[in-house]
């Protein structure tokens, strides 16, 4: 899933399109937004935890730039090295990985710069948190990746790069924005995964990208899913093959892989 932004309704009506397809592990890219201050976030969990407990399902997920860090951290990882904030609900932090599928080296890096933090609060609806370390890609370390999951994308994928060049120009810290774009493309030049999957700009890309650095060249499929809506914001992924099935939310599937909104 892409972002999801507290949507309750969104994430619960994806989480059953989903458990129908027999599809009971789910993962959600950032943006998650159930955990925020002021809230009554803990009923929300529990009414969460126990309808993904009726499906069948556990989800899984990364924190983007708008997610309370401080109140997701303050769950502990456990010995898998998740962060369990109930039975069916798990925090991924970054340089986690795994084996997917029985083969494929899987690993994640959450987080993402705000372009719009000079709008923000620290603390209240911003946090610092949010931005991708030199130590978070120690953690995540040079060994190769088939799978690298996060919130943000790495440079040079030009459906992306046209798209945001085409945005009508506002008063954003575009330069910071742009920090965490770079870091993750490190991410990704350390791992040289076969598929990159994200969310965070708001927008369904599917593009296969050629990379070059010290050691060589090589291609990865960026994916980038929409947020919460009616976009292509949600994808099947086939653990053996790693091909991908996207999908609307009311479970329906693009009509061409160039779809965005079922209605435009």
């Not at 303050?74 to 970054?94: K, Q, Y």
């Not at 795994?98 to 923000?120: C, E, M, P, W």
């Not at 994308?153 to 992306?160: E, F, V, W």
């Not at 994808?235 to 009509?255: E, K, M, Y």
Request: with cysteine.
């Amino acid at each position: 899933m892409g972002d999801v932004h507290g949507d309750l309704g969104h994430l619960l009506q994806v989480a059953t399109m989903f458990a129908r397809r027999g599809v009971t592990t789910l993962l959600q890219l950032g943006d998650w937004g159930f955990v925020w201050p002021g809230e009554n976030w803990s009923i929300t969990l529990d009414k969460l935890d126990r309808r993904l407990g009726r499906l069948g399902s556990t989800l899984f997920f990364l924190l983007g730039n708008h997610d309370a860090y401080p109140l997701v951290e303050s769950f502990p990882e456990s010995a898998d090295g998740l962060r369990w904030l109930r039975p069916h609900l798990a925090c991924v932090p970054r340089g986690w990985r795994t084996v997917i599928g029985g083969k494929h080296q899987f690993a994640a890096l959450g987080g993402a710069n705000s372009i719009d933090r000079q709008y923000r609060t620290p603390g209240r609806d911003w946090w610092a948190e949010e931005q991708i370390t030199d130590l978070d890609l120690i953690r995540l370390g040079a060994r190769e990746a088939d799978v690298l999951v996060g919130h943000e994308t790495a440079l040079g994928i030009p459906t992306l790069d046209s798209f945001l060049a085409s945005r009508p120009r506002w008063p954003v810290d575009a330069e910071y924005a742009n920090t965490s774009r770079a870091q993750f493309h490190r991410a990704l030049l350390q791992t040289r995964p076969r598929l990159t999957l994200s969310g965070h700009h708001h927008r369904h890309i599917d593009e296969t990208v050629l990379y070059t650095d010290g050691r060589g060249a090589f291609t990865c499929r960026v994916v980038v899913l929409d947020q919460n809506g009616p976009g292509i914001s949600q994808a099947i992924l086939d653990t053996q093959t790693l091909d991908l099935t996207f999908f609307h939310r009311n479970g329906s599937q693009p009509v061409n892989p160039h779809e965005r909104r079922i209605n435009e």
